[in-house]
């Protein structure tokens, strides 16, 4: 008999490959998690290659998502097809769905993933999405994650991507708030001439925390890796981000940047930024830099001397970050992830006003 | 014609991946005047940086022979204490390093060059008066920071001060304002007159030729030298581009 | 050429890898026990309420676990044997002549008297675990400025209470295990006290030399710059080659007042069997300014944080550094800049050079705190690798919890660019010179902060460990 209220503590999850102090408090983040026993049970689990993959939260999380989700979900796109309908994996956090997704992209194929995780965030709930990619030579992968939960849910975002030669990984993510999210992506550019771009866009407000852990392993020679965070954390957010390059013996040739810019609104918001750069190797450049601050002199007294205050340049800021996930949600899930943070943060006729136009701009283009 | 000073002969030579000169003969003689012209991507740089034996491009037939001996393996700083200057289309930044401690230290280098540290000061500053370059660069980070033109200025500063029997002058006159191209050109021409040394000029540009006496014309088209003529040939240039000689090379794949 | 190079290399190490005898030295057994702690203490005749210290410290100590998820390995230390006080048989000196030959020489041959005569305010020269020589310029005295060593202060009735009063506030003895063990064994260094308004037009410096082979150096700076007063204070370390262990763990308490100024300059040689686990730590008041200058050449294992507490209100802080890590050595150095006060800026600019198989890891944190309103702090940093078996890590971390702070960092790592190499031989210089050239002008932002003197053992120091390792 499952215990309903059985939890777990998942310690040192999000852990990058290189830490610091302990007292900054810093290194990882500690959750409690349910513990559904499955024991006795036989589900479909993924093909063994897939547990060999790096995981951005670390392999407790990995156990624990593939102990609690019951079926895994496989995907293998052919070799050389152009898949044109996006793989979605989509998570209803109110219901605390657990979701083990493995997809095999063979070699010369393209295919779009998309994760999107919401609900309307009335009950208090935990939710996972495992995310393991294989991208074969030449492979072109690009993956979606929206991410919006409740004031008192929580979501693990977990995803772990390997590279072979001359493939190409695009990581889109939108942490656009909810009690406690995390995300953790690793990227391995294992193949010669890899690249990867990630993209982060995060907005965190109320008490909301969110944690994040980007690692980026550059193995093969003349990979290029470009990682970049963007948010804004408001009231009394807390964020942590640790964004690692990690530029392998051997790596020749490689080029790794990563760069962070937060907004920071509130006057409680905790904001810790860890950016790491691991070199073994001359013949690379790797390069990584940080931004912490408000709204910039300049950009404000421009902004005022079209009459917005503060705050109005404020909320400017924080309505462009939630139309660009609104517009740029590549199908239904995400988007209606999207649309219902944006309502909460921006009120509905705001929301609905992005929306009207993101129709109105995919109308033209169709 | 004079002694060879230089003798490029039977150059093939390129990058891992792909081959860039032809089989190319040049030969220079001490204290001549050549220019080099071509179009774009010609190979017209990569022929200087082989001369100065940039590692960047592989010689993969054909040797050169500089002051009677044969360079062709030898290290890019060996070329230099011969007497090889390459003056850079785009001279590198060293930062840390202030260009008069560099100067001190690259002129220490040639016993010939050697002398006391007071009389160092007066010939760099000598120099420095004829370039229009005011002593304050002197003091600063090599090249860091510097214009087109300045860093340009200091490519001339450090030809006049070396006093090598050749310079190449890679493009030394492109993307320079009027004033800059006036001190530039007198600084070439005073390396003509005071140092008396060779002179392989590439350019586009046939402006800063109009003062030179020059004594061989060579057109390079798609890494092979397809001409070479008198001085006239830079007034034909000029009024007829490229197009004659393009065509001829073409023709020359074609036969081949 | 070769023959020239070894020559260089030569010369250079002979000026710190030299030892003396310790024949007819005090030395106590190795390990840590509350009687070598109470010997210590009897020997220095202290107050109780140090020796009481020390024990709690010794206590801290055993108790303290190392954190084990970062940083270098220590395996190799073995603190049992460790001798924690070697005290050379002399007591201590305010003129070079009463100084015993052999520390003399030592000292002499590290250029520290020339110095002293002509560019330093005063000077103090810790030879293992005791001061030898201290004196200070009449006229600076004159002023007020005490340059001391703690223990000497301690049996002073004036200055008692105030090293009462200071001493181990700054960097509590439960802030790492290495600051407990330090607590718990210290043993000179030097008390500086400059009084309101004073300002020293030259520094004052102190340097210690450890000869005693397996022995621990654990030195004590305590300075006090009062409100207005400006100091320069120069800090020099070195160590002959020995093939045991041996540990430095000092600590620097900087109390920098209102208006004050204080710059703290160090170039660190130590030999590379040497763990060097030093904690420095000053503390700002309103309108004051810290300035560290930092170089670290030696030891084998580096654990490095300078840390500055902007408490007051518009104090700034700069922080100028550079590592050099060659063959053996794993030195994670940084900083540490906790913004307080309203208005406070700070500046960090590292860099560090890895080669030979050489660990580099720059690790920082910036913390601003809630009422830091308008703190601005930038951090850059730049790493060079050599080649390609050697390691350079950055590891910077913020936390900021204020709206209207400002925050920057930006670090890059690389190799010096084959097109710089070439347009230097294109000039005439070798590949060797070349690249000698480009690091000491990578270098160069450190080296002009440094006083004369040290800029020009740094540059030696870079082209020893450039040339040494060809062929």
Redesign the interface.
């Known amino acids: 008999m499952a215990d309903e209220n059985a939890t777990v503590v998942l310690d040192r999850v999000n852990e990058p490959p290189a830490q610091t102090w302990n007292r900054l408090r810093a290194n990882d983040i500690t959750l409690t998690v349910p513990k559904i026993s499955r024991k006795g049970d036989v589900y479909f689990a993924l093909p063994q290659l897939f547990s060999r993959l790096e995981c951005g939260m670390g392999e407790k999380v990995t156990d624990w998502v593939t102990s609690q989700a019951a079926d895994a979900r496989y995907v293998e796109v052919r070799a050389g097809e152009k898949r044109t309908e996006p793989i979605v994996v989509a998570i209803d956090t109110d219901k605390g769905e657990v979701a083990d997704t493995g997809v095999m992209v063979r070699a010369g194929a393209s295919v779009d993933i998309v994760v999107a995780a919401g609900g309307t965030g009335a009950a208090a709930t935990t939710s996972a999405s495992l995310l393991r990619v294989v991208a074969e030579e030449g492979a072109e992968v690009t993956i979606t994650e929206v991410v919006g939960v409740g004031s008192s849910q929580q979501h693990l975002e977990s995803a772990g991507v390997d590279a072979d030669d001359d493939a190409r990984v695009e990581v889109r993510q939108y942490a656009l708030g909810g009690g406690t999210v995390a995300f953790g992506t690793a990227v391995s550019l294992s193949g010669d001439r890899a690249r990867t771009n990630i993209a982060l866009r995060y907005f965190a407000d109320g008490k909301d925390h969110l944690d994040v852990n980007h690692v980026v392993r550059q193995r093969g020679k003349n990979t290029i890796a470009h990682v970049r965070e963007n948010g804004i954390l408001d009231d009394a957010a807390e964020k942590a981000l640790r964004a690692t390059i990690d530029l392998v013996h051997g790596a020749r040739g490689s080029k790794g940047d990563e760069a962070e810019n937060v907004l920071v609104f509130g006057d409680d918001v905790v904001n810790k930024t860890v950016p790491v750069i691991l070199c073994d190797e001359d013949d690379v450049q790797g390069n990584h830099g940080a931004t912490i601050g408000t709204v910039g002199p300049d950009q404000m007294d421009y902004l005022a001397d079209r009459g917005l205050s503060r705050k109005d340049a404020e909320a400017l800021f924080v309505r462009a970050l939630f139309e660009d996930a609104i517009i740029n949600a590549p199908e239904t899930h995400a988007h209606d992830v999207a649309v219902r943070q944006a309502e909460r943060v921006l009120g509905a006729e705001v929301a609905h006003d992005f929306d009207a136009s993101a129709l109105l701009a995919a109308d033209e283009e169709a | 014609m004079a002694d060879t000073l230089l003798d490029v002969s039977g150059i093939s030579a390129g990058t891992e991946d792909k081959p860039i000169l032809h089989d190319v003969n040049l030969k220079v003689g001490a204290g001549e005047t050549h220019v080099l012209m071509g179009p774009n991507g010609a190979g017209k740089s990569t022929l200087g940086h082989v001369i100065?034996?940039?590692?960047?491009y592989k010689v993969t037939s054909g040797t050169i022979t500089f002051n009677g001996q044969d360079i062709t393996e030898l290290?890019?700083?060996k070329?230099?204490?011969a007497g090889v200057?390459?003056s850079?289309q785009a001279?590198?930044e060293?930062?840390?390093?202030p260009l008069y401690s560099?100067l001190r230290?690259?002129s220490q280098?040639?016993p010939e060059l050697k002398c006391t540290a007071r009389e160092f000061r007066r010939r760099v500053g000598a120099i420095a008066d004829e370039l229009n370059l005011d002593q304050s660069f002197l003091m600063r980070?090599?090249n860091v920071g510097f214009s087109g033109g300045e860093k340009k200025k200091i490519e001339m500063l450090?030809l006049l001060l070396?006093q090598p029997k050749l310079a190449i002058l890679d493009e030394t006159d492109s993307g320079l304002d009027v004033d800059a191209l006036a001190t530039v050109s007198h600084g070439i021409q005073r390396y003509r007159e005071t140092v008396g040394g060779a002179l392989i000029m590439i350019t586009h540009n046939t402006r800063i030729l109009e003062r030179l006496t020059v004594d061989r014309t060579h057109v390079m088209v798609k890494g092979h030298l397809v001409a070479e003529g008198p001085a006239s040939l830079i007034d034909d240039i000029d009024k007829n581009g490229f197009e004659r000689f393009e065509s001829q090379a073409a023709g020359e794949g074609d036969a081949r | 050429m070769t023959k020239e190079r070894t020559q260089v290399a030569d010369v250079d190490r002979s000026l710190y890898d030299f030892t003396k005898s310790e024949e007819g030295y005090e030395r106590y057994a190795d390990g840590l026990t509350p009687d070598i702690v109470r010997a210590i203490s009897a020997k220095k005749d202290e107050p109780q309420w140090m020796l009481d210290l020390r024990l709690k410290a010794l206590d801290e100590y055993h108790r303290r676990p190392m954190a084990t998820n970062w940083g270098p390995s220590i395996a190799g230390l073995d603190l049992d044997h460790i001798s924690t006080y070697v005290s050379p048989k002399t007591k201590q000196a305010s003129s070079w002549d009463d100084v015993p030959a052999d520390i003399k020489d030592t000292f002499e041959r590290l250029g520290i008297p020339e110095a002293e005569r002509e560019s330093l305010a005063g000077v103090g020269a810790q030879y293992d675990s005791e001061i030898v020589y201290h004196n200070m310029r009449e006229e600076v005295a004159k002023q007020g400025v005490v340059y001391t060593t703690i223990e000497d202060a301690l049996h002073d009735s004036k200055w008692e209470p105030v090293v009462h009063e200071y001493f181990g506030t700054l960097i509590p003895m439960t802030d790492h295990k290495f600051a407990a063990l330090h607590y718990a064994v210290w043993s000179g260094g030097s008390f500086v006290y400059v009084p309101e308004g004073v300002s020293l037009d030259y520094p004052l410096q102190s340097y210690f030399r450890l000869n005693a082979q397996g022995a621990g150096q654990f030195e004590h700076t305590l300075i006090i710059v009062e409100p207005g007063a400006n100091l320069h204070f120069i800090e020099g370390c070195s160590a002959p080659k020995y093939y045991e262990a041996n540990l430095h763990a000092g600590a620097v308490e900087l109390f920098v007042k209102d208006g004050a100024r204080l710059r703290y300059s160090t170039i660190e040689n130590w030999s590379k069997n040497m763990y060097n686990l030093n904690t420095k730590r000053a503390t700002v008041g309103a309108d004051a300014k810290m300035e560290w200058v930092s170089g670290s050449f030696g030891s084998h294992v580096s654990y490095l944080y300078p840390t500055t507490i902007l408490a007051g209100d518009r104090s700034s802080c700069e922080f100028t550094g550079i590592t050099f890590s060659g063959a053996t050595q794993d030195l994670d150095t940084g900083c540490k800049v906790i913004l307080n006060g309203r208005d406070t800026t700070a500046s960090v600019s590292t860099k560090s050079i890895s080669k030979d198989g050489g660990i580099n890891t720059f690790r920082s944190s910036v913390v601003v705190g809630r009422h830091a309103d308008n703190a601005r702090c930038t951090v850059s940093c730049q790493s060079l690798m050599l080649d390609n078996i050697s390691r350079s890590d950055t590891i910077p971390a913020m936390d900021v919890r204020n709206p209207t702070a400002s925050v920057g960092h930006e670090a890059t790592i690389g190799r010096i660019s084959d097109d710089t190499i070439l347009y230097l031989m294109s000039r005439g210089c070798s590949e060797q010179e070349a690249r000698t050239l480009v690091v000491n002008g990578f270098a160069n932002p450190v080296s002009k902060e440094l006083p004369m003197e040290y800029a020009v053992e740094m540059n030696n120091l870079i082209k020893l460990e450039m040339e040494g390792a060809i062929g």
């Open positions: 100065m034996g940039d590692p960047t290290s890019p700083d070329r230099s204490l200057f390459l850079y001279p590198v060293v930062p840390g390093v560099f230290s690259i280098m040639r980070e090599l450090q070396l």
